[in-house]
Nanobody
């Protein structure tokens, strides 16, 4: 499975961004898809996960602000990020997991105060 993340950029606090993760190879519909992020000097952390049955889980820090979704026909996972805060600044990675785990290359999100 190859994953291509896109949609990052520079946004002011309170703004919105939508990340996309396009997958190729594998059977996308069976994979658990997740978004993780890694801020400078910090460990990578889970942001949100969506199961093959579209059940979602969020980190407490993003609940109510971020929404993860998937389009199996387009083999794409999305992360809609609203009410962005400077502490959301990080490189965001998408992940596909079934028996194995696959990572995309990351897309940088910078939120200015």
């Amino acid at each position: 499975v190859q994953l291509q993340a896109s949609g990052g950029g520079l946004v002011q606090a309170g703004g919105s961004l939508k990340l996309s993760c396009a997958a190729s190879g594998g059977i996308f519909a069976i994979y658990y898809m997740g978004w993780y992020r890694q801020a400078p000097g910090k460990e990578r952390e889970l942001v949100a996960v969506i199961t093959s049955g579209s059940v979602t889980t969020y980190a407490d820090s993003v609940k109510g602000r971020f929404t993860i979704s998937r389009d199996n026909a387009k083999k794409t996972t999305y992360l809609q990020m609203n009410s962005l805060k400077p502490e959301d600044t990080a490189v965001y990675y998408c992940n596909a997991k079934m028996r194995s785990s696959y990572w995309g290359q990351g897309t940088l999100v910078t939120v200015s105060s």
